[in-house]
């Protein structure tokens, strides 16, 4: 188990756990970049393939889009360790032992990330719960699983555990 007070090879200072407030302040100011990031995939996806409609080519747009926003981050924390968010709250993602992510480690930490979302929502069409039931499900789900920091030691989500990786905060 890594020191929580461990001094990170990135940057020779103490790499101390960032609160959690902070972490998802930081995904909630991801999520706007992304709103960008997925507006100019979805046009250049939809201006190659001359598409008029938005369900032609839906489960294509869908992969293309997971396939974009998967390059954004991988590219980011395999080349500095944080994205602009990240950068802004002063973050930066580095593997377990401290040293920069590689490429493998980045996209299994981006595939596992989608946990925070894909089993409620997977729900909807499976069982054919409502759009509003759905909806509270992901808010539960989100919360619950935000909460599986507070049980473990170096307070990490479960998908940074998983994944081999940990958040730590960066010296301002």
């Given amino acids: 188990m890594p020191d ?4 990170s090879s990135v940057d020779a200072t103490p790499a101390l756990t960032p609160s959690i407030r902070r972490r998802l302040a930081t995904m909630l100011y991801e999520g706007v970049i992304l709103f960008g990031v997925v507006f100019l995939a979805g046009y250049l996806f939809s201006t190659l393939t001359q598409q ?3 369900l032609t080519h839906h489960n294509l747009l869908a992969a293309w889009i997971g396939f974009v926003v ?3 981050f991988v590219w980011f924390w395999t080349h500095s360790g944080q994205t602009l968010p990240m950068k802004t709250w002063r973050l930066r993602v580095v593997s ?4 920069p992510l590689s490429t493998t480690r980045a996209i ?3 595939v ?3 946990l925070w979302f894909l089993p409620p929502l997977a729900l909807h069409p499976l069982f054919g719960i409502s759009v509003p039931h759905t909806l509270v499900l992901a808010a539960v789900w ?3 699983w935000a909460a599986t920091s507070r049980f473990d030691a170096n307070r990490q989500f479960l998908h ?3 994944a081999g990786t940990r958040v730590v905060a960066v010296a301002g």
């Avoid at 929580?4 to 001094?7: E, G, K, V």
């Fill in 160 to 162: 940074d555990r998983l």
């Fill in 96 to 99: 377990a032992d401290g040293s």
């Fill in 52 to 54: 008029r409609n938005g």
């Fill in 4 to 7: 929580p007070l461990a001094i």
């Fill in 70 to 72: 998967g390059l954004y």
């Fill in 112 to 114: 596992l990330a989608w």
């Fill in 108 to 110: 299994a930490r981006y």
């Fill in 142 to 144: 989100i919360v619950l």
